[in-house]
């Protein structure tokens, strides 16, 4: 299980950041993530594997001017 933003979500063996992020809606601004206290750019969202019970929070793109 994985606590993404606060919210259970299921785990599975192997899932990557891309694979969460693709079974999630309004993701498409993500533009980073921390994934138990560590801060992960979303070029590397396909290579990092999530452990089990992890905590994750979406951080999006934010602009400003």
Not at 11 to 20: G, I, P, Y
Not at 21 to 43: G, Q
Not at 50 to 64: Q, V
Request: net charge negative; with cysteine; charged share 25%.
């Amino acid at each position: 299980m994985l606590n993404v933003n606060d919210k259970k979500i299921e785990w599975s063996e192997r899932m990557t950041l891309s694979d969460l992020l693709e079974n999630m809606e309004n993701t498409d601004h993500c533009a980073a993530i921390r994934l138990n206290n560590v801060l992960i750019s979303s070029p590397d969202f396909q290579k990092t594997i999530i452990p089990d019970n992890a905590e994750i929070y979406l951080l999006p793109l934010i602009a400003g001017g």
